[in-house]
């Protein structure tokens, strides 16, 4: 089973280094994303760049103090930056464009591969691939029953997830998966109680699923 760097021993300026790699990525992120997916429109607001690079900044700290000095280290700072622009542009669209999915997919398949081989963690690798074709199944299902509650843009999201929970161990694959739907139902009763909301389906789930990932990342050992 997967199990991280000694956090304890990590220098402090190793971590802010972290979080201002975090705050530095998420503008070239959304450049490039302008850039080669115009149909999104264009970069955003300067108030939400901001507070995207802000959370990509905490992200990155945060994984960095919980793996410290380990070649995982960067699979998951790539997560950060890319699922934070996922879960903006599924909150401003309902939208989570193939390009980006598949991006933090395969991206994160051959980051996790570098520890996979020279760690020799072949074991966490193995368990990663299935703990993605497992989420993923689940939630084909979920989707072909339910297709007003689950997209297909969140059944293609849950790959990428399931390959980081399963990497890290299959008590994060259960409790992140479920962790998931409990986060979209809560924000889900919010929303639909502040805002006047009437459907379920205004509410964007990958958002949940990216939180539900970290959070089984950052506090599940």
């Given amino acids: 089973m997967f199990k991280s760097g000694d956090a304890g021993f990590v220098p402090w300026f190793f971590i ?57 280290l960067s699979a998951f700072i790539f997560l950060a930056v890319l699922g934070v622009q996922l879960a903006r542009i599924d909150v ?12 933090l997919l395969a991206g994160g398949f051959l980051l996790l591969l570098v520890p996979g081989l020279f760690n020799k963690q072949a074991d966490d690798l193995l368990r990663a691939v299935l703990g993605a074709v497992i989420l993923f199944a689940g939630y084909l299902i979920l989707g072909l029953i339910s297709p007003v ?26 409790y992140g998966g479920l ?23 205004e509410v964007a789930h990958g958002p949940s699923m ?7 990342s950052l506090f599940i050992l």
């Avoid at 401003?92 to 991006?103: E, F, I, K, R, T």
């Avoid at 297909?152 to 694959?173: E, H, T």
């Fill in 16 to 72: 802010l280094g972290a979080g201002i790699l975090g705050l530095a990525f998420s503008p070239v992120a959304e450049v490039l994303i302008a850039k080669y997916l115009p149909r999104l429109g264009g970069l955003p607001m300067t108030r939400i760049r901001m507070t995207t690079a802000a959370i990509t900044g905490l992200a990155c700290a945060a994984f960095c103090l919980r793996f410290g000095l380990n070649l995982a």
């Fill in 92 to 103: 401003a669209q309902h939208l989570l464009p193939n390009p980006l999915v598949l991006m």
């Fill in 149 to 174: 509650g689950i997209g297909m843009g969140d059944v293609k999201l849950a790959a990428p997830v399931g390959l980081y929970l399963g990497y890290l161990g299959w008590s994060q694959l259960l």
């Fill in 179 to 201: 962790l998931g739907f409990i986060l979209n139902g809560v924000v889900t009763a919010l929303l639909l109680s502040r805002k006047g909301r009437k459907k379920t389906s």
């Fill in 210 to 216: 990216l939180g539900a990932l970290t959070g089984a």
